[in-house]
Structures are given as C-alpha cells and as structure tokens.
C-alpha cells in the first residue's frame, strides 16, 4: 500500500513548461494556425518556432503529438544547423518519453539535449534540462542523483538572477528531501519557493508550492490544512484552464481524503483525476490514482473494485517499471559521466600539451635570447680586440714613426754637418789651391803634375762629401734654397770663406720639383732621379793679370 506522500509526489515539477502551456491554452492556441506556418515559404525562425510552440503545447495534452513534433523540429533545425533548437527539441522529446513511462528513452534525450546545450550559451535552456533529469531521477528513486542535477539548475538560475525558476527548483528539490523524511528542510525549501513566487505574482508556482506544502501536512496528519492548501492550488489551476496541473490536483485531494477517512469524497476526486489523465494519456498519474482506488475501496470493504483496481495499477505499473529500464537508465548515466570524464581528461591532456609547447617556446625563446646575447657579446668582445690592436698598431707607428724621425733628425744634422761645413771648407781649400797655383813657378813638370794631383784629391773629396751628405740627407738643401736660386744663407757660407781676390760667379741653377712624400720615408724612397737637381755653382777664379783656363769646380 503507498502512502500518501508516494501519491502527492508524482506530479509533473516542470514550471517553465507549465507557465508556457498555460499561456497557450489561454490565449487559445490555434494549432492550425501553427502548422500553416510551418507549411508556408516563412523564414527559418519563424518556422522553428512554430515547431517549438507546438511540441510545448501538445506535451500535456498528447505524449506522442509532442515527440512527433519534435522530431520533425529537429530535422529542420539540423538543415540549418541550429545546434540550441535540436537541444530544446531533444528535451521536449525526452518529456513526452516520460509522461509516457519510458524513462530510459526519456534519459537519452535528456542526455543528448545536455550534451548539446553544454557547448551553447543557453545557459536557461540548459537548466530545464537538469530539472527535467533531476524529476525523473527523483522518480526512480535516484535521490542522491536527483539532487546532484537539481543544484546543477539552481545554480544556473542563480546565476542568471532567474528567481521564477529558481523557485521552481526549490519546490522540485524539497521533493527529495521528503522523501529522506527529513521534512524540515522539505518545508524550508516550500517555503522559500512561495516566498519567491508571491513576490513574482506567479500563481502557478504558488499553486505547486501550497501543493507540496499540503503533502508535508498530510505526512504530518494536519489533514484540514493540507486540504485547504489542496483547494486553493485548485482554484488557481482551475482559473488558469491548466487541466494537467488540474488532474494532479484532484489526486492529491483525494488520497489527502483517503487518509482524512472521507472515502466517497476522496473516491470522486481521484475518478475525476483518472479522467483527465486518461485524456493525456498519463499512464502514471492513472496507476497512482488506482493505487488509492483500490486502498479506499478495501477500507469500505469493496473487495472487488479493490481487486480491480489492483489489477489496473499493477498492468499500468509493469509498463512504467522494469529492471531492464533501470539498468538502461543506470548504463546511461554511467556514459555520460564517463563521457563527461574523457572531456576532462581531454581538456586537462590538451592543457598539458599546451603547457609543455608553451614552455618549449619559453625555453626556445630564452635559448634564442641567450644566443644572441653570447653572440653581441662576442661582437662586442671582438670590436674591443680591434680596436685594442688598432691602438697598438697605432702605437708602434708612432714608436716607429718617432724612431725614423729622430734617425732622419740625426741624419739631416750629419749630412748639414757635412755639406755646410766640411764640404765648403773642402771647396775653400781647392779655390785657394788653385788661386795658389797661378803664383808658383814650377822647377820642373813633375812639380805641377804633383801639385795638380793634390787638387784633384781635394776635388774629390768634395765629391764624396757631397756625396755622403746627398745619400744621407737627400733634400738637405732644399732647405736653404728657394725655387730657380741658391739661397741666401748657402752663399754667404761660401763667399766668406773664399779670399778677397776671389770673385764668385752664378753660372747656373735649375730646380727640379719632387713629389710630395712623407719626410720619413723619403730616405728610402728618393731616387736619384727624384732628387733635386742643384745647378751648377760655376765659380771662376780669375788670376789677375794673367788670363788662365778656368779650374775645374768643386759641385757641391
């Protein structure tokens, strides 16, 4: 035998589908209209919403209209690849499989519609998905996952400050924990989600939420209250033209009157129940309503209708429950939990692998900087090598430079030494030998030839002191002579050394011009046809009285 919170408990918690049907059934939805659109050259969205609006519609009046509808919806969704409408669809299906007892059919649904979902930002579709798996978990008795998908949705809904849903979860998930018995959370939860929708003014959540309240009285045998809270969420319903809603709450009325003891009354509302589920094709709501059937009509002692309405719910019960659904349900929660980890393990691999790239990049980059470090380093390490050498090549030029300059200084002393000193007294000497020789009177030839011998020595020493001074310092005289003359200096050196009787005659000067050369490098490089050529200095010496040939000079 069920008791009466078993009976209160199967009731359809969906509030956006709920609130959805209730505004099509009042604005009196005209189906027809919906399928001319669909049937018309409209736009795509037009259509698709028209899909939309007819599984919704349908899925609280025809089980089989609702997935049908669905399933042509998504078709055209996937031609025009609109990933978020196949989900939606593929919950809209997975609700028609549940109201018709196929749960594990509904659950893949569910799952695919998830699956979908989960990769869009309709982050509020995806939260219906979860209440909807999380109900038929609660059904099944799946209570720990039940609650697991129920925060799923509630912290969506909190996220998207959607306090109409949210209470909606609040009242679903106070469900699970009546059925921990632990009534006091049960009411908080029913409470709060009351709170939410009278603030919202939405009378179909209040409606559900007096519903599940009542269910606590009735657990808690305040019968009066329950039924009261029962009536009001009818009146609601009733108003509202929600004829599912409405059948859910004829049989919570009537088992609340069955454990009140008010067996006719309690008996009416639940045939009137049975009536509109029939309707909907309801198979559950039927095989709950039989269940109280049959425990009002032992209590009157109607042991036959009791039999018969056994009998009714166990063949609706054996459609909705078998162990191979279960397992089939069970086999698809452990596929998508095991799907859900081959993604993290996916992600975390992909991470991983990005990681390590990342850090090769790093490594790679810090590598490449390090080279190119090393490598300016060495540039730099070479530039200061070059310049350290071109310094020090710089610095022995000078010192090589500084040795030849003060060897060419020396070299120019000697050679003016020379030329200045000894080679004009040397040529002094030969003049006045020569004037000499005018004077004498030779005793016999071998006299003058000894004589002229002297003067031709002396001759020739002037030679090799010009010579010497010439090879020693090439240009020595270049500076004491001035372009096309002896200068000045030269001449005043020889004429003061000449006697008085002497008359020093300027035959002849001609400069050649040298090329313009470094001083040090002109002793070893001046030619003697880069020499300047100094014209000859023709000095007679004129005997007086006596005319003679002129001497031979001294070239200096």
Same mark, same amino acid.
Not at 22 to 46: C, F, G, M, W
Not at 215 to 229: D, L, R, S, T
Not at 277 to 287: D, G, I, R, V
Not at 502 to 524: C, G, Y
């Given at each position: ?63 089989? @209209?609702?997935?049908? =509808?669905?399933? /042509? *919806?998504?078709?055209? !969704?996937?031609?025009? $690849?609109? +990933?978020?409408?196949? &989900? ?104 709060? @989600?009351?709170?939410? =929708?009278?603030? /919202? *003014?939405?009378?179909? !959540?209040?409606?559900? $939420?007096? +519903?599940?309240?009542? &269910? ?114 069970e086999e698809l929660n452990t596929k998508y939990e095991t799907a859900k980890k081959e993604q993290t393990i996916e ?192 000095i007679n010496v004129i005997k007086p009285p006596i005319a003679t040939a002129p001497a031979p000079i001294c070239r200096?």
């Open positions: 035998m069920y008791s009466i919170y078993d009976v209160i408990m199967k009731r359809f918690p969906l509030l956006f589908i709920t609130v959805t049907v209730s505004l099509l059934v009042n604005a009196r939805l005209n189906t027809d209209s919906l399928h001319t659109i669909i049937s018309s050259d409209k736009p795509y969205q037009e259509k698709i919403k028209a899909w939309l609006a007819l599984a919704e519609y349908f899925q609280i009046k025809n089980f089989d @209209s609702t997935i049908d =509808a669905g399933t /042509k *919806g998504i078709a055209l !969704a996937r031609e025009n $690849a609109d +990933s978020i409408s196949v &989900g939606e669809f593929k919950r809209l299906i997975g609700v028609g499989f549940y109201f018709k007892g196929k749960y594990d059919i509904a659950t893949e649904n569910y799952y695919a519609s998830i699956a979908i979902l989960e990769k869009t930002n309709a982050k509020e579709k995806l939260g219906l998905v979860y209440n909807d798996l999380a109900k038929l978990y609660r059904k099944i008795r799946d209570l720990n996952q039940a609650l697991q998908n129920y925060n799923k949705a509630y912290s969506i809904f909190r996220q998207l400050r959607d306090t109409t849903n949210m209470a909606m979860i609040l009242n679903e998930s106070g469900v699970v924990f009546e059925y921990r018995e632990d009534y006091k959370e049960a009411i908080r939860r029913y409470t709060s @989600s009351l709170n939410l =929708a009278e603030k /919202k *003014g939405d009378s179909i !959540a209040v409606s559900y $939420a007096l +519903s599940n309240i009542a &269910g606590v009285y009735v657990i808690q045998k305040k019968y009066a209250e329950a039924e009261q809270n029962l009536l009001h969420a009818l009146a609601i319903r009733k108003q509202l033209g929600d004829g599912f809603a409405t059948a859910l709450t004829y049989s919570d009325l009537g088992a609340t009157l069955n454990a009140k003891g008010d067996y006719v009354k309690g008996s009416q509302y639940l045939l009137e129940s049975n009536k509109l589920a029939e309707q909907l094709n309801y198979p559950e709501l039927q095989s709950n309503n039989y269940t109280e059937l049959a425990s009002l009509a032992e209590k009157q002692g109607d042991y036959r209708n009791a039999y018969l309405y056994f009998k009714k719910r166990t063949l609706l019960r054996d459609s909705l429950y078998t162990i191979d659904k279960t397992k089939q349900i992600k975390q691999h992909s991470r991983i692998i990005l990681q390590n790239f990342l850090f090769i990049g790093i490594a790679g980059l810090v590598l490449l900087i390090g080279l190119l470090a090393q490598s300016q380093y060495r540039r730099y390490k070479l530039r200061q090598e070059t310049k350290m050498k071109s310094e020090l090549i710089k610095q022995q030029e000078l010192a090589v430079k500084a040795v030849i300059e003060a060897e060419e200084n020396e070299r120019q002393r000697i050679a003016k030494d020379l030329h200045d000193g000894v080679g004009q007294m040397m040529s002094a000497a030969k003049m006045n030998l020569s004037a000499f020789e005018s004077e004498l009177k030779w005793s016999d030839e071998n006299q003058q030839q000894s004589f002229e011998k002297i003067i031709q020595l002396v001759d020739e020493s002037c030679k090799e002191v010009r010579s010497v001074s010439h090879i020693m310092m090439p240009n020595a005289l270049l500076k004491k002579l001035s372009p096309g003359i002896i200068g000045n200096k030269a001449i005043s050196s020889i004429k003061a050394i000449l006697p008085n009787s002497t008359t020093l005659i300027l035959r002849s000067l001609s400069v050649r011009s040298l090329p313009s050369l470094p001083f040090s490098l002109t002793a070893f490089t001046l030619s003697l046809k880069e020499e300047m050529m100094v014209g000859m200095v023709l200096i």
